[in-house]
């Protein structure tokens, strides 16, 4: 069992600064660097790589804060257009679909194929993860995000009792599986879209299986915020793995063809 470890906010020449907010700001940088990178590795435009993460940035910022209501039931009939910018958290699914709109918004506003947009995209999935590793960082250590009751070696000794910490458990799954799977497949040519969709797919899969192990977690028909959300991600990941498969399969017959 592992340790409840309690850091205090950074204290920076009398500003305090809070873990998560820290976490998440290097996790954006490391992200946005690693994509520059890949993108001129790939022979993409850095400029419009780095256009593309900035409206991300900010469509996932919006998405985040109001996702994060999802997990209120009821609270929409309260709110004021002022009170949805208050203090309250974000929501990581709100930020991974915020951040997507933004970035079809800006395609859109480009002009841009889709084929082209989704080199981009997929040039972004290959590094996200290693960004977003230290955005869930930030989650782990200030034990934000506790799960059930567990006596297992991955559980954290909370003050109340032991239990799973889920900010820890996807440090876990990023560190170990995701993260290096990924570098894995970036050191040869992949199929277009093979990162953005293999994402979907495991991150999608993976935020269903942590769900499990929330403690009574908000519901909507009968099901859970976090089933409707990654059910959708993994949903969305089937289809663009069954498209791009088809579309290669017509690629592949009207070269065949024309031989």
Known sequence: MLPYIDLPPLNVSGR????????????????????????????????????????????????????????????????????LFAAGGLASFGGLAGGLIGALLYFAARRMSAATALDYLDALAAVFPLGWLFGRFGCAIVHDHPGLASSSLFAVAYPDMPRFDLGYLEVLFLALAMIPLFVVLAR????????????????????LWLDTLHVDPPRYLGITVDQWAYGSMLLL???????????????????????
């Open 188 to 207: 040869r040519p992949q199929p277009r879209g093979l990162f953005l969709t293999v994402y979907f797919l495991l991150y999608g899969g993976f935020r």
């Open 237 to 259: 990941g089937v289809v663009l793995a069954v498209t791009l498969r088809l579309f290669r399969m017509v690629r592949s017959s009207r070269r065949e063809v024309f031989a």
């Open 16 to 83: 305090v600064i809070q873990w998560p907010l820290l976490c998440a700001c290097v996790g954006v940088l490391v992200a946005h660097v690693a994509l520059l990178a890949r993108a001129r590795r790939l022979a993409l435009a850095a400029p419009t790589a780095g256009s593309m993460s900035f409206f991300m940035v900010v469509a996932g910022l919006l998405g985040a804060r109001l996702f994060k209501l999802a997990y209120f039931p009821g609270v929409w009939s309260q709110l004021s257009w002022m009170d």
